[in-house]
């Protein structure tokens, strides 16, 4: 069982900037053993989907609509990954969640983190 926390959402303004993190704890947690690791988003009405995603090997994906602004990364001491965030859009607002999935295919969720982008 792996229980995950992000933080590190709020309010910001259009071409600012955002770090969310999400720390992983319990069993089995190591995200160094995971196979995947990303932050997905759902904004109001719409489905969830991926915003980006890091494998164990490193190799990241973006989203189109994310690319060039958005970085996530991790920490394997500090169990956490972070999404940071910059140039922020309107269209960003969303809550972003933390996913992992582990080795053996098991997909663990955030409660998810409120991101607001005025303009």
């Known amino acids: 069982q792996v229980q995950l926390v992000e933080s590190g959402g709020g309010l910001v303004q259009a071409g600012g900037s955002l770090r969310l993190s999400c720390v992983a704890s319990g069993s089995s947690s190591s995200i160094s053993g995971m196979n995947a690791m990303g932050w997905y988003r759902q904004a109001p009405g719409k489905q969830r989907e991926s915003v980006a995603v890091i494998g164990r090997g490193g190799i990241t994906n973006y989203a189109d609509l994310v690319k060039g602004r958005f970085t996530i990364s991790r920490d394997n001491a500090k169990n956490t990954v972070y999404l940071q965030m910059n140039s922020l859009k309107p269209e960003d607002t969303a809550v972003y969640y933390c996913?992992?999935?582990?080795?053996?295919?098991?997909?663990?969720w955030g409660q998810g983190t409120q991101v607001t982008v005025s303009t």
């Open positions: 996913n992992v999935v582990s080795r053996i295919g098991v997909a663990s």
